[in-house]
T-cell receptor, first 113, second 112 residues
Framework: DVKVTQSSRYLVKRTGEKVFLECVQD?????MFWYRQDPGLGLRLIYF???????EKGDIPEGYSVSREKKERFSLILESASTNQTSMYLC????????????FGPGTRLTVL | LAKTTQPISMDSYEGQEVNITCSHN???????ITWYQQFPSQGPRFIIQ???TKVTNEVASLFIPADRKSSTLSLPRVSLSDTAVYYC?????????????FGKGTRLSVIA
């Protein structure tokens, strides 16, 4: 059973804290993605990575950074959390083939107080 | 990148067939159509994809006319558990490393 797992389902942090969201996939996928989802705005891409140590900015990278030291793990970092980063964060992975489907994790609901 | 347009929301009663149409007027020869489903508080999951004509699986059917400028996702005899957001995406066959772009989708509400 293929899986994308995220370190937490719910997280509460304070403004200014450094926050790490971890994502692990067991499908040996080259590509990994971080999205955030807010009511009325759909899924928006934050960052993605197509290989170890490679990263590309998505549509809304400001305030975030990422790390991919191993193929199976992709971390999203909020250097200094702010209240406008309260959101649902979704990690996904996908193979390199054009027809490959994308697999999502269960999501982390982050609240920044 | 072919843009897609789909209704914001739809309502249906249990047991009815639901058809969600997606418009993608500038679809390219190398593009195929894929649909994802997202239940509340979960990540989206793939349900069906196709290039042309009709594709059917255990979850849904996908109808794509000859000009491929639109596609219709058909859910037979919906139940309350089909309440979800449905996303239509157009994907380049050669886009192995390109992120999928999810719009706002169609929010389907199934009523008892």
């Amino acid at each position: 059973d293929v899986k994308v797992t995220q370190s937490s389902r719910y997280l509460v942090k304070r403004t200014g804290e450094k926050v790490f969201l971890e994502c692990v996939q067991d499908m040996d996928h080259e590509n990994m993605f971080w999205y955030r989802q807010d009511p009325g705005l759909g899924l928006r891409l934050i960052y993605f990575s197509y290989d170890v140590k490679m990263k590309e900015k998505g549509d809304i990278p400001e305030g975030y950074s990422v790390s991919r030291e191993k193929k199976e793990r992709f971390s999203l970092i909020l250097e200094s959390a702010s209240t406008n980063q309260t959101s649902m964060y979704l990690c996904a992975s996908r193979g390199a083939g054009g027809f490959d489907e994308q697999f999502f994790g269960p999501g982390t609901r982050l609240t920044v107080l | 990148l072919a843009k897609t347009t789909q209704p914001i929301s739809m309502d249906s009663y249990e047991g009815q067939e639901v058809n969600i149409t997606c418009s993608h007027n500038n679809i390219a020869t190398n593009d195929y159509i894929t649909w994802y489903q997202q239940f509340p508080s979960q990540g989206p999951r793939f349900i069906i994809q196709g290039y042309k004509t009709k594709v059917t699986n255990e979850v849904a059917s996908l109808f794509i006319p000859a000009d491929r400028k639109s596609s219709t996702l058909s859910l037979p005899r919906v139940s309350l558990s089909d309440t979800a957001v449905y996303y239509c995406l157009v994907v380049d066959l050669n886009s192995g490393n390109t992120p999928l772009v999810f719009g706002k989708g169609t929010r389907l509400s199934v009523i008892a």
